[in-house]
């Protein structure tokens, strides 16, 4: 039996095996920026979510293995260009100049022409949310977030204050980044010395909702009111983790370069954001049930 005979009595298998060997190529090609994102993670509590994206990744392909099988095809011409396109960005950045980020961003497009020449034009659109996660994973550069981050760090940190000044018994006052208060029992300063202390996690909000959301293939319109109300749902659950924080300081009289009310404030936070976008993917008004029907007969007849 001929090579294409075989191809064409088990398309599936073949792709698989033909997007394992290239993803094998993808990982050894880039795995001194593959290195640099997980030391980075292991270095950083705002970058830590970059360890559990491969793990989201793998879960999504699992709960989406009907509709990826079903796109499985020969492979798209388009994959090498994609590939290319990928490599020379890659390249562009790293000679003559050094951009470390769009070094790192030039992973996606190679990955994503290595999705298409090994399966298919079709089998793209179920990977995209991971193709988001992946791009979530990437430490964005410094620069670039301090420009991102300072105005709603400004914010979040305002608003803090404010709410804490409200609580009865705690006066507070707002000098720079630095939110000092006073209790009947105890005074000091909410996250002394942190950097960043307004905006963590951010990234990390935003990969869990991306896992959430994309958890089950919805229709477009589901998609799209919720990547409006994601937004707010990102600043608000950053919110509140800056507020416990600044509560656990003020009434457990913690340290404040204590990394216990951080931890503590970091992981609340991340369940309410896991809560808030659990309940607003699952929210069915009637704009979106014949969509949703459309969507779900479409996927089931491939």
């Known amino acids: 039996m001929s090579k294409a005979d075989q191809q064409s009595q088990n398309p599936t298998s073949y792709a698989i095996v033909k997007l394992g060997l290239l993803l094998a190529l993808f990982v050894w090609m880039f795995r001194p920026e593959l290195r640099k994102i997980t030391s980075g993670a292991l270095g950083s509590a705002e970058r830590v979510h970059a360890l559990v994206v491969p793990v989201m990744i793998l879960l999504l392909v699992w709960h989406r293995r009907h509709a990826l099988t079903e796109r499985i095809g020969k492979g798209s011409a388009f994959g090498p260009v994609l590939v290319i396109v990928g490599l020379l960005l890659y390249a562009a950045a790293t000679w003559p100049f050094s951009y470390g980020y769009a070094r790192d961003i030039a992973m996606v497009p190679v990955l994503a ?31 670039i977030y301090a420009r991102l981050i300072i105005r709603p760090e400004t914010y979040t940190i305002k608003l803090t204050a404010a709410a804490v000044g409200k609580l009865p018994g705690v006066d507070t006052t707002l000098k720079g980044a630095d939110v000092f208060f006073e209790s009947r029992s105890t005074s000091g300063v909410v996250a002394l010395g942190r950097s960043n202390r307004g905006a963590r996690l951010l990234s990390a909000f935003a990969a869990l909702g991306t896992f959430v959301v994309f958890s089950k293939i919805r229709s477009a319109w589901r998609l799209l009111v919720i990547a409006v109300a994601a937004v707010p749902i990102v600043l608000i659950c950053n919110l509140f983790r800056f507020l416990c924080w600044a509560m656990l300081d003020v009434y457990a009289a913690a340290d404040p370069a204590a990394l216990m009310p951080q931890n503590l404030s970091s992981v609340l936070s991340l369940l309410l954001a896991y809560a808030l976008f659990a309940i607003i993917s699952s929210l069915r008004v009637d704009l979106f049930v014949e969509a949703d029907e459309n969507a779900a007969r479409e996927d089931h007849h491939g």
């Open 113 to 143: 022409g290595v999705v298409l020449a090994a399966c298919s034009r079709r089998s793209l659109k179920p990977c995209l949310p991971m193709l988001l996660l992946y791009i979530l994973a990437i430490p964005i550069g410094g620069r």
